[in-house]
């Protein structure tokens, strides 16, 4: 009954440094979303993924890039860290197109790039 | 492009108030609405989920309504708690594409013991 799993929970990365964000649900969904969050504001797609070897950009991809080779995993790949990176990143998925079920989030991954 | 609204963007009230935060969105083909809860650093917990079939859905003291016609949604908080404290979020849901998932802002309450 795990859901959605993100790792780190906390990171803190130093301006130019790369990192991956993990993220695996085991609910067989097709769908799969990349958010951040800043203070104050809503959530931003970064990116998201209807399937296996499928994906696409959101509000704000720029600094960022994704993949999605299983069904389970949608890994968030950061290149050259900035500041304006700092931020909340949340992984969420979905059945599919039709949205008769709910969309799951994890638990979030705090990064701050100093 | 879908943009979801939620007023009011704080509140403040005693404990026992029954309150209703509201969401409107811009485009109505949605097949379903979610409300979510946020508590401080903390990720999203989901509240209720409302088909684009349906007019309410509810859960304990939780009730959402949707008019997906205008564009709105309701969560009504009966008989608020200190706990119910944190941010809600409504996302409207359009399947495939760019604005599937869609987040107003939230609405930060605050119930006073």
């Known amino acids: 009954n795990a859901g959605v799993t993100q790792t780190p929970k906390f990171r803190i990365l130093k301006i130019g440094q790369s990192m991956t964000l993990q993220c695996t649900q085991d609910?067989?969904?097709?769908?799969m979303y990349w958010y951040r969050q800043d203070p104050g504001m809503g959530l931003k797609l970064i990116y998201y993924s209807v399937g296996a070897g499928i994906t696409d950009k959101g509000e704000v991809p720029n600094g960022y890039n994704v993949s999605r080779s299983t069904t389970e995993d949608f890994p968030l790949r950061l290149e050259l860290a900035a500041p304006s990176q700092t931020s909340v990143y949340f992984c969420?998925?979905?059945?599919?197109?039709?949205?008769?079920?709910?969309?799951?989030f994890g638990q979030g991954t705090r990064l701050t790039v100093v | 492009k879908q943009e979801v609204t939620q007023i009011p963007a704080a509140l403040s009230v005693p404990e026992g108030e029954n309150l209703v935060l509201n969401c409107s969105f811009t485009?109505?083909?949605?097949?379903?609405l979610q409300w979510f809860r946020q508590d401080p650093g903390k990720g999203l917990t989901s509240l209720l989920l409302i088909q684009s079939s349906q007019r309410e859905q509810t859960s304990g003291r939780l009730n959402a309504s949707l008019d997906k016609s205008s564009g709105r949604s309701t969560l009504y908080i009966a008989a608020s708690q200190p706990g119910d404290s944190a941010t809600y979020l409504c996302?409207?849901?359009?399947?495939?594409?760019?604005?599937?998932?869609?987040f107003g802002k939230g609405t930060h309450l605050i119930i006073q013991p």
């Open positions: 609910m067989n969904h097709n769908y």
């Open positions: 969420a998925s979905t059945p599919g197109a039709r949205g008769i079920a709910e969309a799951f």
């Open positions: 485009d109505s083909a949605i097949y379903n």
């Open positions: 996302a409207p849901y359009s399947g495939g594409g760019a604005d599937g998932l869609t």
